[in-house]
T-cell receptor, first 112, second 114 residues
Framework: AQSVAQPEDQVNVAEGNPLTVKCTYS??????LFWYVQYPNRGLQFLLK??????LVKGSYGFEAEFNKSQTSFHLKKPSALVSDSALYFC??????????FGPGTRLSVLP | EPEVTQTPSHQVTQMGQEVILRCVPI?????FYWYRQILGQKVEFLVS????????KSEIFDDQFSVERPDGSNFTLKIRSTKLEDSAMYFC????????????FGSGTQLSVL
């Protein structure tokens, strides 16, 4: 069975600084990896995905993520954080596009 | 962009009552899901549905839960006899189900069991 870990409940970063939100996964076969963001009182919104190809994937709002097979990681990054990036971020893994499993979430706070 | 719609946005019910949460997935999608989230924390998988039957379900999805796609557009989650611990935000999601397809989520129904 697949699983996702997000080792940090909370990440604080100053506006303008780079941010990283960590994710590690466990899945049999090739992983299909996703990042979603949730703003208060809203559903989850897709940010980016890795299926195959280049290990560095770029997504919405200037976010990117790097797939590292040897470390089974898929960390979310952004070069320069904005206060509006403050939200709850979920990493997810799926089995061939089905049966998504989400990590516990990391709350990102970007301080002005 | 197409979206998944959920109704109602809030539902308050008494313990032991039946509730039905409704969802309209994106029209050309084939896979449908229910997830729940308690107090803005972990997103928990409940059930997936494809080709008019459940394809996978979690331990949470016990005999009190059922899903239905009654008319080709709606996708419903029924809780037969609600418990206090069923209070949560319930999210419907759908996908085209192709290998690299993402999930599209609705805005959720906040269920409060009193």
């Amino acid at each position: 069975a697949q699983s996702v870990a997000q080792p940090e409940d909370q990440v604080n970063v100053a506006e303008g600084n780079p941010l990283t939100v960590k994710c590690t996964y466990s899945v049999s076969g090739n992983p299909y990896l996703f990042w979603y963001v949730q703003y208060p009182n809203r559903g989850l919104q897709f940010l980016l995905k890795y299926i195959t190809g280049d290990n560095l994937v770029k997504g919405s709002y200037g976010f990117e993520a790097e797939f590292n097979k040897s470390q089974t990681s898929f960390h979310l990054k952004k070069p320069s954080a904005l206060v509006s990036d403050s939200a709850l971020y979920f990493c997810a893994v799926s089995r061939r596009g089905q049966n998504f499993v989400f990590g516990p979430g990391t709350r990102l706070s970007v301080l002005p | 962009e197409p979206e998944v719609t959920q109704t109602p946005s809030h539902q308050v019910t008494q313990m032991g009552q039946e509730v039905i949460l409704r969802c309209v997935p994106i029209s050309n999608h084939l896979y449908f899901y229910w997830y729940r989230q308690i107090l803005g924390q972990k997103v928990e998988f409940l059930v997936s549905f494809y080709n008019n039957e459940i394809s996978e379900k979690s331990e949470i999805f016990d005999d009190q839960f059922s899903v239905e796609r009654p008319d080709g557009s709606n996708f419903t989650l029924k809780i037969r006899s609600t418990k206090l611990e069923d209070s949560a935000m319930y999210f419907c999601a759908s996908s085209a189900g192709t290998v690299d397809e993402k999930l599209f989520f609705g805005s959720g129904t906040q269920l409060s069991v009193l």
